[in-house]
């Protein structure tokens, strides 16, 4: 499995972007890049997958290059109820897959 | 839409005594994942079952066991508790479907563990 590096923490304000970059140098081939989101004392939510380029969804972007070696995760004018923890995780989705490994997410605070 | 069901929601323990954790996967949700969170660190993968058969394993102790019965659900049985179980355990369930396309796993709100 891929390991991935993400900043500990990031500060923004409510009305901001927010830019998340995930560092996945060994990425493999068949492996997807997912981003879930965990609040205090509750369960991971996913966010968003991709694979290649750009995805993007209700709630979030996903920018991926070329060389797949990274990828970044974009939240659009952040309100304060995104403060969160907010993991990258790069793995093969197919049918023999049966677990997620979680590294260290990034904090996102959201101040007023 | 009907969510992944964790009880008890709080479970307080002694020492040495046993817990049953259970787990209500998502209707139709073949599959069930159990994760373990201890204070300030990530989500650790314990066990996962498929359609009543375990189909990984993780970093979960001999003390600890699990199973999925009939009707989907599964329990996290724990015996000879000790201080460091103390954790908020995830469920988690999917279905074929999602494993083979985006491995999307449906979270429940957790079991919070405490041993005394």
């Known amino acids: 499995l891929a390991k991935t590096t993400q900043p500990i923490s990031m500060d923004s304000y409510e009305g901001q972007e927010v830019n998340i970059t995930c560092s996945h140098n060994?990425?493999?081939?068949?492996?997807?890049i997912t981003w879930y989101q965990q609040f205090p004392s509750q369960g991971p939510r996913f966010i968003i997958q991709?694979?290649?380029t750009k995805v993007t969804n209700e709630v979030a972007s996903l920018f991926i290059p070329a060389d797949r070696k990274s990828s970044t995760l974009s939240l659009p004018r952040v309100s304060l109820s995104d403060t969160a923890v907010y993991y990258c995780l790069v793995g093969d989705p197919g049918p023999s897959s049966y677990k997620l490994i979680f590294g260290s997410g990034t904090r996102l605070l959201v101040r007023p | 839409a009907a969510g992944v069901i964790q009880s008890p929601r709080h479970l307080i323990k002694e020492k040495r005594e046993t817990a049953t954790l259970k787990c209500y996967p998502i209707p139709r949700h073949d599959t069930v994942y159990w994760y373990q969170q201890g204070p300030g660190q990530d989500p650790q993968f314990l066990i996962s079952?498929?359609?009543?058969?375990?189909?990984d394993k993780g970093s979960i102790p001999d003390r600890f066991s699990a199973q999925q019965f009939s009707d989907y659900h599964s329990e996290l049985n724990m015996s000879s508790l000790e201080l460091g179980d103390s954790a908020l355990y995830f469920c988690?369930?999917?279905?074929?479907?999602?494993?083979?396309?985006?491995?999307?796993?449906?979270f429940g709100a957790g079991t919070r563990l405490s041993v005394l």
């Open positions: 060994n990425i493999a081939t068949n492996d997807y």
């Open positions: 988690a369930s999917s279905t074929y479907i999602d494993r083979g396309d985006k491995n999307i796993q449906y």
């Open positions: 079952f498929y359609e009543k058969m375990q189909s």
């Open positions: 991709g694979y290649k």
